[in-house]
């Protein structure tokens, strides 16, 4: 059995089913997606790529299903939807993902269309496999779904270890190997066995302590919003199809957008670091509840009002608001006293870390660094904002 050298995990062997799988275009294009997109203009050294973390997944997959008993069919679909796990993600990955949502009606995570024919399906079934199914351990589906995307994944314990060390940040670290380790099937739920409290506490903290620092700097948070909405013009503004944008890696991305007239700026900024600033950067006690939960035809409406207030170009205007505050992973089960329960009834870090969150959460509005005054001022009474409070 072949080997490739990890920078995270020493050596991951490497079955016939995923050389035969790495080889393929849809696998080696991740190569070209950052793991950690925007946020890279933060932390120099986080230009880890998707490919790498897939690779990851695989082999943390391979090794809960060892731990779990799971042989034969069963694991080696599971290895196959643990590697394929992220072929949906479009470039810039997570920043782009909003606008292929809206264009092509699916999350990322939605891969039958890809997995239905073509290269991929042809090497799932000279293995075996039945590409549906593969598909459905992707979405998380069913039992063993649970270890690709459910809230002990496989996918989250590499991310989290992986972004911490490429980033230097060492909040992330996380002890995996218990993790997986203690993982268990109760009743069909994927659980933590008994005397595990404390590893889910870990993780959670690890995730909250990572957004704070990592995943919602603002500058990765300014960076992004300002290319989700240059992606958007460039479907807007050319003949590019939205199934093609979601196919492209984020070198081609860049370059579509220096070459469209009507993105060719927001390139520029990119590629330069020269990014628009924090016209307004306020806390959740500040903002209507109706600003805090709009939905994206929302949100570009407070984009034209408050350019129209302030006198400014439409696309000088950026709101970024991440929505209410939450913390899906609360809801991991652990055996305590024999019962499965959830981690948010069995530790009172929960609620601590839900009040971290909810006081680290920020609503942003960017700008242009010499427009920052006046769409400041607009911003507060377009949206009603109250920093009284």
């Known amino acids: 059995m072949e080997a490739i050298k990890d920078s995270v995990h020493d050596h991951i062997p490497v079955c016939d089913l995923a050389r035969d799988l790495v080889d393929l275009p849809a696998l080696q294009r991740l190569r070209h997606v950052k793991q950690l997109s925007t946020v890279r203009l933060v932390y120099p050294s986080a230009n880890h790529t998707r490919f790498e973390h897939s690779l990851g997944v695989y082999h943390l997959a391979r090794e809960a299903c060892d731990s779990l008993g799971i042989e034969a069919h ?65 979405a998380g589906e069913g039992k063993l779904g649970q270890l690709v995307a459910g809230e002990l994944d ?15 940040v060492p909040y992330g670290t996380i002890d995996h190997s218990r993790l997986l380790a203690a993982l268990r099937f109760r009743d069909g739920e994927l659980v933590l066995s008994s005397g595990n409290v404390h590893t889910a506490e870990s993780t959670l903290v ?13 500058v990765s948070r300014i960076a992004g919003a300002m290319l989700e909405r240059a992606g958007e013009r460039l479907l807007d503004s050319t003949d590019l199809d939205a199934e093609a944008f979601a196919r492209m890696t984020d070198d081609r991305l860049l370059g579509a957008l220096r070459d469209c007239e ?3 700026d927001t390139a520029r900024r ?28 929302s949100v570009r409406a407070f ?22 505050p939450g913390m899906p992973e609360s809801s991991t089960r652990v055996v305590v006293d024999g019962e499965v329960r959830r981690l948010a009834d069995e530790s009172p870090l929960v609620e601590g870390l839900r009040a971290a969150g909810r006081a680290q959460w920020r609503l942003g509005v960017y700008a242009p660094e010499e427009r920052v005054p006046e769409v400041g001022a607009a911003a507060e009474r377009v949206l009603g904002l109250d920093f009284d409070e």
Request: avoid cysteine; aromatic fraction near 4%.
């Open 206 to 218: 690890a995730r909250a302590l990572m957004n704070a620092t990592v995943y919602r700097h603002h």
């Open 154 to 168: 496989v996918d989250r314990m590499d991310y989290l270890v992986r972004d911490a060390h490429h980033t230097g």
């Open 303 to 324: 984009e034209r009002d408050i350019a129209d207030a302030a006198g400014v170009a439409p696309e000088q205007v950026l709101v970024d608001t991440p929505g209410e």
């Open 270 to 297: 990119l590629e330069r670091r020269d990014l628009y600033k924090r016209a307004v950067w306020t806390d959740l006690g500040s903002v209507p509840e109706s600003v805090v939960t709009a939905d994206h035809a």
């Open 74 to 138: 069963r694991a080696k679909a599971v290895r196959a939807a643990a590697l394929l796990h992220d072929v949906g993600h479009g470039p810039y990955g997570h920043q782009t993902e909003g606008i292929i949502e809206r264009r092509l009606g699916r999350h990322h995570d939605d891969v039958d269309d890809l997995l239905a024919d073509g290269p991929i399906a042809d090497v799932l079934e000279s293995h075996g496999l039945d590409p549906g199914e593969v598909a459905d351990l992707v």
């Open 262 to 264: 009507a993105t060719a």
